[in-house]
Every structure is written in C-alpha cells, then in structure tokens.
C-alpha cells in the first residue's frame, strides 16, 4: 500500500521533445505528489508538486497530470533540453506527514542536443 | 543563505562499525528528515526530527538512531554496519506548519567494505 511505482527506468529524447514519466501509487490515503530533479553527486530538487484536487498544474515547462481514479500522475517536460538530463522521481505522502515521501524507483532522462 | 549541509561528503567503514553522519538544516528550517539512498534506487525515509524528538520512523532496524540539537542541526547514527548500509545518506530540511517542501542535501556516500 505504500509503494509508488515510475516508468519508465530510462528515458532518451531529441531536444525540443517531450519527455514523459509515469507514476502510479496504491495507498490512496496519498495527498501530495511532488516530483523531484537528481543531478549526479547532488540532492533532489523539488520541481513541481500537485495536490490531488486538481487535475493538472503547469509551471513553466513542466506539467503535472493527476488522475485520482486510475491513482496515477505524470510529469511532462516539454521542448526538453539537454540541461534537463537528470534522474526524476516521482514521490507521494499522506496527509500530516508531508516529510515522509515515499519515491519511485527513478527514471534517467537523456536528452541528446 | 546556506542550503542544507552535510558531512562528511565520502566515508569508508568495514562491517561491524558505527558511523556518524551530520547534517545542518537550511536557515530558519526546525525539522530533519533523513533519507537512504541505494544506488539506482529512490531515497527511502529512515526518520525525521522536530524538536530534538523523532517524530516518525520509517521501516529501518533499531542500528539506525539519531539526533536533533537546540540548534536543529541533527546526527544519524549506524550501528553494526552491514555491506547493505553502502548507499547514499541525504538529510533534508523544512518547516513545521508550512505546505512540506523538503530541501535536500547533497548526501554523505557511505560504503561498507
């Protein structure tokens, strides 16, 4: 009930596409999903985050996509750059523990200039 | 304004020590959250600390112990350490009562020989 599953493991797209990455969770007690940007030898970065009372929320070139009935959400990176090439994870948490993020298993994303 | 810090960055430790990591929490941040990360793997959450208390746990054995400060500079100790324990060790930071965005750290990379 606690896991959140991301695909996929890795991605490759050309510059100027759009990346996409899927996540699906079982614990339906999740209320806040946030997705987060790994560099290598860094930490995660929050990118974007979505509560499940909306359906879809864009920040810049980034979308998230909620759909509360299929317990899934996914972020899209549109007219993706090579500076985008990172790992992404996709992440949930109950209500009243927002610090307690459960990841997904990450996706790699390449982008080729 | 300093971000999260951790130290150290790199340690190397044989099976059967103790380990002490360090992290200080992003200014004016009061909770610490830390995470394991395995290599190609999500982070998962060992703990969090408010208030000098651990205030939630995740699913690690009692060898995982840690530490809040006045301060809210904050330790996480390994006991016994076992070849499993190599993984990347993030400390993230954020504040009580506001909507949960963690600040992570760049991590101390732990390898158990």
């Known amino acids: 009930q606690q896991q959140v599953k991301q695909s996929p493991q890795s991605l490759i797209v050309q510059k100027g596409g759009i990346s996409i990455i899927n996540c699906a969770y079982e614990?339906?007690?999740?209320?806040?999903f946030p997705w987060y940007q790994q560099f290598p030898g860094k930490g995660p970065a929050l990118l974007i985050a979505?509560?499940?009372?909306?359906s879809e929320k864009k920040e810049g070139r980034f979308t998230i996509s909620f759909n509360k009935s299929a317990k899934q959400f996914s972020l899209h990176i549109m007219d993706s750059q090579p500076g985008d090439s990172a790992t992404y994870f996709c992440?949930?948490?109950?209500?009243?523990?927002?610090?307690?993020?459960?990841f997904g298993s990450g996706t790699q994303l390449t982008v080729l200039p | 304004d300093a971000g999260v810090t951790q130290s150290p960055t790199h340690l190397i430790k044989t099976r059967g020590q103790q380990v002490t990591l360090r992290c200080s929490p992003k200014?004016?941040?009061?909770?610490v959250s830390w995470y394991q990360q395995a290599l190609g793997q999500g982070p998962q959450f060992i703990f969090q600390?408010?208030?000098?208390?651990?205030?939630q746990r995740g699913n690690f054995p009692d060898r995982f112990s840690g530490h809040q400060f006045p301060n809210y500079s904050s330790e996480l100790n390994v006991n016994a350490l076992l070849l499993g324990d190599s993984a990347l060790y993030l400390c993230?930071?954020?504040?009580?009562?506001?909507?949960?965005?963690?600040?992570f750290g760049e991590g101390s990379r732990l390898t158990v020989l």
């Open positions: 614990n339906t007690a999740f209320d806040y």
């Open positions: 600390y408010y208030e000098e208390e651990e205030r």
């Open positions: 993230a930071s954020s504040l009580t009562g506001t909507s949960g965005e963690l600040f």
């Open positions: 992440a949930a948490s109950r209500p009243g523990s927002a610090r307690q993020l459960t």
């Open positions: 979505i509560r499940p009372d909306v």
């Open positions: 200014s004016g941040h009061d909770t």
